[in-house]
């Protein structure tokens, strides 16, 4: 079995709302300082989706990462875990309809999505913001 390098980084939150490029849709900007193994991110400790049709969540990191997920059932392509290139925004796209409407994610660095997942099964994610929450 291969050793796993994965490294948690740390969340900050700004307690600034997400942005919201399109006046819907909500992005995340992730800033990730490797050195101190931090994660700055602009959100507040709970964000909503909305209740539009063809809702989505952006994410874009400065370094590649991959993010971990509380609930992936969110999703309409639910992977517990999704890759981010460095400055390369990623798309994922939200269900109409849950029965488990939330989700919270971890940052780690230095691994693949098949690493990370067997380094953070779901039920190891940090219950802490940012709260993806699907109305």
């Not at 971890?106 to 190891?124: K, R």
């Amino acid at each position: 079995m291969p050793t796993i390098t994965a490294t948690k980084v740390t969340k900050v939150l700004d307690h600034q709302p997400a942005d919201r490029p399109d006046g819907k849709n909500l992005r995340f900007d992730i800033k990730i300082k490797p050195s101190e193994s931090t994660a700055r991110i602009h959100s507040r400790e709970e964000e909503s989706v909305g209740t539009h049709k063809k809702r989505k969540v952006t994410f874009c990191a400065d370094h590649d990462c991959v993010i971990v997920f509380s609930n992936p059932d969110v999703f309409v392509d639910p992977e517990p875990a999704v890759s981010l290139t460095a400055h390369k925004a990623t798309d994922l796209e939200i269900k109409d309809t849950t029965p488990n409407p939330f989700t919270f994610f971890d940052i780690l660095t230095g691994t693949t999505v098949a690493d990370a997942t067997e380094a953070m099964p779901q039920e190891m994610i940090t219950r802490n913001g940012p709260k993806i929450v699907v109305p």
